[in-house]
């Protein structure tokens, strides 16, 4: 990656690595490990011209569920409250 004119590391994190999520247990906990990793590895790299980021992709919907929060995937075209703070006001697909 150091020879590469474009080196990146992109991580898979969650909402739940930077609030609280009671009802997730160990997920958010392992999720802001990922988060705090990433910026470790973010800080030792920069200087070898390697990126490091991490995306947490927030509410997604699923056709047909397929995830443990179905319960507001039923109202596909009426978004929940957990949508204010997204900018485009919707899920991701």
């Known amino acids: 990656m150091e020879k590469s004119a474009a080196g990146a590391i992109v991580t898979i994190s969650s909402v739940s690595g930077r609030e609280v999520d009671f009802a997730a247990g160990p997920y958010g906990i392992f999720k802001a490990a ?46 929940p409250a957990s949508l204010a703070k997204s900018p485009a006001n919707r899920r991701g697909r």
């Open 34 to 79: 990922i988060i705090h990793y990433t910026q470790g590895l973010a800080n030792q790299l920069a200087g070898k011209g390697i990126r490091v980021n991490t995306v947490s992709p927030g509410n997604t919907y699923l056709e047909g569920g397929g995830t443990r929060r179905v319960s507001w995937l039923a109202a596909a075209d009426e978004p």
